[in-house]
C-alpha cells in the first residue's frame, strides 16, 4: 500500500475547531478560573498541597522556594517554572491578597511593581490560615486524582475550611472567559455563610447587611452601592476606587496632598510619575513638588502645592486624570460542576455551604469509622482483662504467634483484630491504673460514635458543626475592615481655573482665518494699536475681542454650524505674529467659513442668538442651549439648500431688528416677533424677497435713534435717518432704501448693495479690493439722504476693481485701553 494512502483527509477548520475546543476547555477547567469551592487555580492548590505534603508549615523553618517549586513541577504541574513561582509570589503579596496564603521571607516585591527575588533566593512556607485551606485534608473529606503521571495522588479540591473565593478574590483570562472577583472581609463573609445556612431562602438584601461590599487588601474608598448590588446579583457590576486623602495645611499657608491609600492593583510608582508628569507639562497650575514617603509606617504620596493654590480642585483633577481613583468591574466567573458559571453572592455562598456539607461529612464518615474500629478494640481488651488469667494461659500454652490469635478466637469468641491488639498489649498495660483508664477510653469512644451518628443523621448537628469551626476561624484571622464603602458615587467636577491661569488676553481672526491669542503685554510692548497686528500681505483683522483665558468663544459659520473654542486653547502668538490658521484649530471644512465669533462668560444669562440667513430667515435660540463640551461641528441653525447663514448675535428681545436686501429694500420689525425656538429649528420668514434678491445685512436698531449706512458694490453709499424706515409687521416686502440708476447714460451707482451699518454714533467703516486697496473713512463723511436716493461715491474703485470685504472696524473690534 501507498504511504500517501493510510492517511485519511481531514478538513483544516474540524481539525482546529476540535484541538481548539479542547485547549480551550483545558484552560478553562485547568488554568485560569477559580474552583468555586476553595477559589483556587490548579497552579495554586498543587503549591499549596505541595508545601502541606512536604511539611513545609508555619511551625517549621522556611524553606527555598526553589525546592518548593521543583516538588510541584516534579509532581504535579508539568509547566514552566517561572507560571509556578509566580503563583507562589502573588499568594505572598499582602497588596494583592487579603489574606495571604505563603508566608514568604525576603524580597517578594513591592507595590512599585518590583519584581521578587529569584526563587534560589527567597524563602517561604505555608501562612497559618493557609492549614485551614489544607485542614482534614488526610480524613477522606476531598477526592484525590492522580497526577500527570500516575505516579502520586493530588486533590481534586481542597477542604477550604473559610470561604476563600470571596476572602482572597481572584483574575485571571481564559479562551471566552475571564473572571475578577475582589477580596472580601473575612468576618462579613463567614457571617453571611452562617446566615445562609440558618436560612437558606435569604434575599440578597437581608445578605448586603451583612456583607457590606468588597474589602481590598489596598484599602481606599469604594464608590457605587448599585454597583455592587449588580454584582452581587448578578455576578457583574461597576464600582469606583477612590484613594484616601487629606489636605494638610503647612507653615507659611502653603497645602498639601497628602495619598495614605491607594486603588486596588494600581502601581504606586506610575501613580506618582504620572502625578509629576502633570506637574512638569503644566496641565495644571499649582503643583510644587511630588514626592513619594512611603517608608516602614506605610504608604504615603505627598502632593506639595504652591501658595494660593486650589487644593481641593487640584485633587479633583489629579483623581479625574489618573488612577488615584480607577474603576473595578466584577465579573464574578468561577467553575462548578466542572463548568465555568457567572454568580452572584448568594451563588457563591451557597455553593461553598454544599462544599462544606460534605467535607464534614466525609471527614465524620472518617472519624466514626476509626471510632468504632477503636472501641472494638478496646471492647476485646476490657473483656481480656477481665479474664486475664484464662487469657494468659491460653497465650502460653499455644505454640506460635499464629496459633495463640486461633486459640483466643475459638476459646473467647474475640475477631481478629481484638485477638491481635490482644497480643500486642504491653505488660504494663495489666495494671489497675491502667485497666481503669482502658474503660474510660472505652466509654468516651462510644459516645464519641453516638456524637459522630448524630452528626450524620440530623442536617441541623452537620450544619451547626460548620457554624462552630466557622466562628473559630473568624476569630482566630479577622482583622478590622480596612476599604469605606460609599453608596453614592461623587461627581468629579474640575474647575478651569484649576487647569487655566486666569488672564485678559486679546484675540484676533483676520479675513482669510489666521487667528492667535495675545497677551496683554506683548499688545502694549508693540504699541497698543490694532494696526500694528501682525497679518499677512492683503490680510486684515476681522474680529479683536478683548476676552479671559476663562473665557468661551462660539464661532458660527455660513452653513448652521458652531464651534466651542475655549480660548485658553487658542495657540499664544506674540501680536506682531501672524498666528495659525484656524483649520489647525479647529475642524472646519473647506466648503463653510465663519460669519460670527461671540464671546461667552456665563451660560446662564437670560440671553438669546438671533440668526438672519441669506435667503431671509430668522431664528432665536436659548444662548444656554449651546453649552457643550464638544469640539467638533453642532448644528446651530437649520439652513435649507442653497440659503446660508449671513449674521449671528446676541441679544435681549429689546430691540428691533432691521433687513437690508442686495436689492434695495428693507424691512424693519420688533424683534419680540421672533419666538424662541430650538437649536436645530430652521427660524420664520423676516423678509419676503423677490427671487434674484438677498439679504445683505441684519442690523439691531432702537427708538428712531441714528442713521442706516447703505453701500453698493461700486463704492457708492449713503446714510438715511432710522426714523424714515417704519416699523412694520415680519414677513413683508418691506420698504425701498437705495435707488439704482438705470440708462446708457447715466454713471452707474452699483448693481446692488454690498453692505450695510447702523450708526448711533460715528463708526469706522473698512473696505478692502480684490487689487489689495483698503479704504477707511469715517461714517460722519457721508452725506445724509432719503431712503430712495442715490447716494454718492464714498470709496473710489478704478473700472474692472470690485470689493471683497466692507465691515466696521468699530463694531468687530473691541479694542481694549492701552493702559489695560
Same mark, same amino acid.
Given at each position: 500500500?501507498?504511504?500517501?494512502?493510510?492517511?485519511?483527509?481531514?478538513?483544516?477548520?474540524?481539525?482546529?475547531?476540535?484541538?481548539?475546543?479542547?485547549?480551550?476547555?483545558?484552560?478553562?477547567?485547568?488554568?485560569?478560573?477559580?474552583?468555586?469551592?476553595?477559589?483556587?487555580?490548579?497552579?495554586?492548590?498543587?503549591?499549596?498541597?505541595?508545601?502541606?505534603?512536604?511539611?513545609?508549615?508555619?511551625?517549621?523553618?522556611?524553606?527555598?522556594?526553589?525546592?518548593?517549586?521543583?516538588?510541584?513541577?516534579?509532581?504535579? /504541574?508539568?509547566?514552566?517554572?517561572?507560571?509556578?513561582?509566580?503563583?507562589?509570589?502573588?499568594?505572598?503579596?499582602?497588596?494583592?491578597?487579603?489574606?495571604?496564603?505563603?508566608?514568604? /521571607?525576603?524580597?517578594?516585591?513591592?507595590?512599585?511593581?518590583?519584581?521578587?527575588?529569584?526563587?534560589?533566593?527567597?524563602?517561604?512556607?505555608?501562612?497559618?490560615?493557609?492549614?485551614?485551606? #489544607?485542614?482534614?485534608?488526610?480524613?477522606?473529606?476531598?477526592?484525590?486524582?492522580?497526577?500527570?503521571?500516575?505516579?502520586?495522588?493530588?486533590?481534586?479540591?481542597?477542604?477550604?475550611?473559610?470561604?476563600?473565593?470571596?476572602?482572597?478574590?481572584?483574575?485571571?483570562?481564559?479562551?471566552?472567559?475571564?473572571?475578577?472577583?475582589?477580596?472580601?472581609?473575612?468576618?462579613?463573609?463567614?457571617?453571611?455563610?452562617?446566615?445562609?445556612?440558618?436560612?437558606?431562602?435569604?434575599?440578597?438584601?437581608?445578605?448586603?447587611?451583612?456583607?457590606?461590599?468588597?474589602?481590598?487588601?489596598?484599602?481606599?474608598?469604594?464608590?457605587?452601592?448599585?454597583?455592587?448590588?449588580?454584582?452581587?446579583?448578578?455576578?457583574?457590576?461597576?464600582?469606583?476606587?477612590?484613594?484616601?486623602?487629606?489636605?494638610?495645611?503647612?507653615?507659611?499657608?502653603?497645602?498639601?496632598?497628602?495619598?495614605?491609600?491607594?486603588?486596588?492593583?494600581?502601581?504606586?510608582?506610575?501613580?506618582?510619575?504620572?502625578?509629576?508628569?502633570?506637574?512638569?507639562?503644566?496641565?495644571?497650575?499649582?503643583?510644587?513638588?511630588?514626592?513619594?514617603?512611603?517608608?516602614?509606617?506605610?504608604?504615603?504620596?505627598?502632593? %506639595?502645592?504652591?501658595?494660593?493654590?486650589?487644593?481641593?480642585?487640584?485633587?479633583?483633577?489629579?483623581?479625574?486624570?489618573?488612577?488615584?481613583?480607577?474603576?473595578?468591574?466584577?465579573?464574578?466567573?468561577?467553575?462548578?460542576?466542572?463548568?465555568?458559571?457567572?454568580?452572584?453572592?448568594?451563588?457563591?455562598?451557597?455553593?461553598?455551604?454544599?462544599?462544606?456539607?460534605?467535607?464534614?461529612?466525609?471527614?465524620?464518615?472518617?472519624?466514626?469509622?476509626?471510632?468504632?474500629?477503636?472501641?472494638?478494640?478496646?471492647?476485646?481488651?476490657?473483656?481480656?482483662?477481665?479474664?486475664?488469667?484464662?487469657?494468659?494461659?491460653?497465650?502460653?500454652?499455644?505454640?506460635?504467634?499464629?496459633?495463640?490469635?486461633?486459640?483466643?478466637?475459638?476459646?473467647?469468641?474475640?475477631?481478629?483484630?481484638?485477638?491481635?491488639?490482644?497480643?500486642?498489649?504491653?505488660?504494663?498495660?495489666?495494671?489497675?491504673?491502667?485497666?481503669?483508664?482502658?474503660?474510660?477510653? =472505652?466509654?468516651?469512644?462510644?459516645?464519641?460514635?453516638?456524637?459522630?451518628?448524630?452528626?450524620?443523621?440530623? %442536617?441541623?448537628? #452537620?450544619?451547626?458543626?460548620?457554624?462552630?469551626?466557622?466562628?473559630?476561624?473568624?476569630?482566630?484571622?479577622?482583622?478590622?475592615?480596612?476599604?469605606?464603602?460609599?453608596?453614592?458615587?461623587?461627581?468629579?467636577?474640575?474647575?478651569?481655573?484649576?487647569?487655566?491661569?486666569?488672564?485678559?488676553?486679546?484675540?484676533?481672526?483676520? /479675513?482669510?482665518?489666521?487667528?492667535?491669542?495675545?497677551?496683554?503685554?506683548?499688545?502694549?510692548?508693540?504699541?497698543?494699536?490694532?494696526?500694528?497686528?501682525?497679518?499677512?500681505?492683503?490680510?486684515?483683522?476681522?474680529?479683536?475681542?478683548?476676552?479671559?483665558?476663562?473665557?468661551?468663544?462660539?464661532?458660527?459659520?455660513?452653513?448652521?454650524?458652531?464651534?466651542?473654542?475655549?480660548? /485658553?486653547?487658542?495657540?499664544?502668538?506674540?501680536?506682531?505674529?501672524?498666528?495659525?490658521?484656524?483649520?489647525?484649530?479647529?475642524?472646519?471644512?473647506?466648503?463653510?467659513?465663519?460669519?460670527?465669533?461671540?464671546?461667552?462668560?456665563?451660560?446662564?444669562?437670560?440671553?438669546?442668538?438671533?440668526?438672519?440667513?441669506?435667503?431671509?430667515?430668522?431664528?432665536?435660540?436659548?444662548?444656554?442651549?449651546?453649552?457643550?463640551?464638544?469640539?467638533?461641528?453642532?448644528?446651530?441653525?437649520?439652513?435649507?439648500?442653497?440659503? %446660508?447663514?449671513?449674521?449671528?448675535?446676541?441679544?435681549?428681545?429689546?430691540?428691533?431688528?432691521?433687513?437690508?436686501?442686495?436689492?434695495?429694500?428693507?424691512?424693519?420689525?420688533?424683534?419680540?416677533?421672533?419666538?424662541?425656538?430650538?437649536?436645530?429649528?430652521?427660524?420664520?420668514?423676516?423678509?419676503?424677497?423677490?427671487?434674484?434678491?438677498?439679504?445683505?445685512?441684519?442690523?439691531?436698531?432702537?427708538?428712531?435713534?441714528?442713521?442706516?449706512?447703505?453701500?453698493?458694490?461700486?463704492?457708492?453709499?449713503?446714510?438715511?435717518?432710522?426714523?424714515?424706515?417704519?416699523?412694520?409687521?415680519?414677513?413683508?416686502?418691506?420698504?425701498?432704501?437705495?435707488?439704482?440708476?438705470?440708462?446708457?447714460?447715466?454713471?452707474?451707482?452699483?448693481?446692488?448693495?454690498?453692505?450695510?451699518?447702523?450708526?448711533?454714533?460715528?463708526?469706522?467703516?473698512?473696505?478692502?479690493?480684490?487689487?489689495?486697496?483698503?479704504?477707511?473713512?469715517?461714517?460722519?463723511?457721508?452725506?445724509?439722504?432719503?431712503?430712495?436716493?442715490?447716494?454718492?461715491?464714498?470709496?473710489?474703485?478704478?473700472?474692472?476693481?470690485?470689493?471683497?470685504?466692507?465691515?466696521?472696524?468699530?463694531?468687530?473690534? =473691541?479694542?481694549?485701553?492701552?493702559?489695560?
Amino acid at each position: 500500500m501507498d504511504t500517501l494512502e493510510q492517511f485519511l483527509p481531514a478538513y483544516l477548520e474540524e481539525v482546529v475547531g476540535d484541538r481548539f475546543g479542547r485547549y480551550s476547555k483545558y484552560i478553562i477547567q485547568d488554568r485560569a478560573i477559580p474552583d468555586v469551592r476553595d477559589g483556587l487555580k490548579p497552579v495554586q492548590r498543587r503549591i499549596l498541597y505541595a508545601m502541606y505534603d512536604a511539611g513545609n508549615t508555619p511551625d517549621k523553618p522556611y524553606r527555598k522556594s526553589a525546592k518548593t517549586v521543583g516538588d510541584v513541577m516534579g509532581n504535579y /504541574h508539568p509547566h514552566g517554572d517561572s507560571s509556578i513561582y509566580e503563583g507562589m509570589v502573588r499568594m505572598a503579596q499582602p497588596w494583592k491578597m487579603g489574606h495571604p496564603l505563603i508566608d514568604g /521571607h525576603g524580597n517578594w516585591g513591592s507595590q512599585d511593581d518590583d519584581p521578587a527575588a529569584a526563587m534560589r533566593y527567597t524563602e517561604a512556607r505555608l501562612s497559618k490560615i493557609a492549614l485551614e485551606l #489544607l485542614r482534614d485534608i488526610e480524613k477522606r473529606t476531598v477526592l484525590f486524582k492522580d497526577n500527570f503521571d500516575n505516579t502520586v495522588k493530588e486533590p481534586v479540591v481542597l477542604p477550604s475550611r473559610y470561604p476563600n473565593l470571596l476572602v482572597n478574590g481572584a483574575s485571571g483570562i481564559s479562551a471566552g472567559f475571564a473572571t475578577e472577583i475582589p477580596p472580601h472581609h473575612l468576618g462579613e463573609v463567614i457571617d453571611a455563610s452562617i446566615a445562609y445556612m440558618r436560612k437558606p431562602s435569604i434575599s440578597l438584601d437581608e445578605l448586603m447587611t451583612i456583607v457590606k461590599g468588597p474589602d481590598f487588601p489596598t484599602g481606599g474608598i469604594i464608590m457605587g452601592g448599585e454597583g455592587i448590588r449588580d454584582a452581587y446579583e448578578k455576578g457583574r457590576g461597576r464600582i469606583y476606587i477612590r484613594s484616601k486623602t487629606a489636605i494638610e495645611t503647612l507653615r507659611g499657608g502653603k497645602q498639601q496632598i497628602v495619598i495614605t491609600e491607594i486603588p486596588y492593583q494600581v502601581v504606586k510608582s506610575r501613580l506618582v510619575t504620572a502625578m509629576e508628569n502633570i506637574r512638569l507639562e503644566k496641565k495644571v497650575e499649582g503643583i510644587a513638588e511630588v514626592r513619594d514617603e512611603s517608608g516602614r509606617n506605610g504608604l504615603r504620596i505627598v502632593v %506639595e502645592l504652591k501658595k494660593d493654590a486650589d487644593a481641593n480642585g487640584i485633587l479633583a483633577y489629579l483623581l479625574k486624570k489618573t488612577d488615584l481613583q480607577v474603576t473595578y468591574n466584577f465579573n464574578m466567573v468561577a467553575i462548578v460542576n466542572k463548568a465555568p458559571q457567572q454568580l452572584g453572592l448568594i451563588g457563591i455562598i451557597s455553593a461553598y455551604v454544599e462544599h462544606q456539607k460534605e467535607v464534614v461529612t466525609h471527614r465524620t464518615q472518617y472519624e466514626l469509622e476509626k471510632a468504632e474500629d477503636r472501641a472494638h478494640v478496646l471492647e476485646g481488651l476490657v473483656k481480656a482483662l477481665n479474664v486475664l488469667d484464662d487469657v494468659i494461659a491460653t497465650i502460653k500454652a499455644s505454640k506460635n504467634r499464629a496459633d495463640a490469635s486461633d486459640n483466643l478466637i475459638a476459646k473467647f469468641q474475640f475477631s481478629d483484630r481484638q485477638a491481635d491488639a490482644i497480643l500486642t498489649l504491653q505488660l504494663y498495660r495489666l495494671t489497675n491504673l491502667e485497666i481503669t483508664s482502658l474503660e474510660k477510653e =472505652h466509654a468516651e469512644t462510644l459516645k464519641k460514635i453516638k456524637y459522630l451518628r448524630s452528626i450524620l443523621d440530623s %442536617e441541623k448537628k #452537620l450544619l451547626s458543626v460548620i457554624e462552630k469551626e466557622l466562628l473559630d476561624i473568624k476569630e482566630a484571622y479577622m482583622i478590622d475592615r480596612r476599604s469605606e464603602i460609599q453608596s453614592e458615587v461623587e461627581e468629579l467636577k474640575v474647575n478651569l481655573e484649576v487647569l487655566v491661569n486666569a488672564e485678559d488676553v486679546l484675540v484676533t481672526l483676520s /479675513h482669510e482665518g489666521y487667528v492667535k491669542r495675545t497677551s496683554m503685554l506683548s499688545y502694549t510692548r508693540s504699541g497698543g494699536e490694532l494696526d500694528s497686528s501682525g497679518v499677512k500681505d492683503g490680510d486684515v483683522i476681522t474680529y479683536c475681542l478683548s476676552v479671559n483665558t476663562l473665557d468661551n468663544l462660539l464661532l458660527f459659520t455660513k452653513n448652521g454650524q458652531y464651534f466651542l473654542l475655549p480660548v /485658553h486653547q487658542i495657540p499664544e502668538f506674540k501680536w506682531k505674529d501672524t498666528g495659525t490658521a484656524i483649520v489647525n484649530v479647529i475642524p472646519l471644512p473647506k466648503d463653510d467659513s465663519i460669519v460670527a465669533v461671540i464671546p461667552v462668560k456665563d451660560w446662564n444669562v437670560e440671553q438669546s442668538l438671533v440668526f438672519v440667513t441669506k435667503r431671509g430667515q430668522v431664528k432665536r435660540t436659548e444662548l444656554k442651549e449651546y453649552a457643550t463640551t464638544r469640539s467638533t461641528a453642532i448644528t446651530a441653525c437649520k439652513v435649507a439648500k442653497g440659503d %446660508e447663514v449671513i449674521e449671528v448675535a446676541m441679544s435681549d428681545q429689546s430691540q428691533q431688528l432691521l433687513l437690508v436686501t442686495a436689492g434695495g429694500m428693507s424691512i424693519r420689525f420688533y424683534e419680540s416677533e421672533v419666538n424662541t425656538m430650538g437649536r436645530a429649528a430652521g427660524g420664520v420668514k423676516g423678509v419676503q424677497l423677490k427671487e434674484d434678491d438677498e439679504v445683505i445685512a441684519a442690523l439691531w436698531v432702537d427708538n428712531d435713534e441714528g442713521e442706516v449706512l447703505v453701500v453698493s458694490d461700486s463704492g457708492h453709499g449713503k446714510r438715511t435717518l432710522l426714523l424714515d424706515y417704519p416699523i412694520q409687521g415680519r414677513g413683508g416686502k418691506g420698504v425701498q432704501t437705495y435707488e439704482f440708476k438705470e440708462g446708457k447714460r447715466v454713471r452707474s451707482n452699483g448693481q446692488r448693495l454690498f453692505a450695510a451699518f447702523y450708526c448711533r454714533e460715528p463708526i469706522e467703516v473698512a473696505a478692502f479690493t480684490d487689487k489689495g486697496a483698503k479704504h477707511v473713512i469715517n461714517s460722519e463723511k457721508t452725506s445724509i439722504e432719503e431712503r430712495k436716493s442715490v447716494g454718492r461715491s464714498i470709496f473710489p474703485l478704478e473700472k474692472d476693481e470690485n470689493l471683497l470685504n466692507v465691515f466696521s472696524v468699530t463694531e468687530r473690534i =473691541h479694542q481694549p485701553k492701552t493702559e489695560a
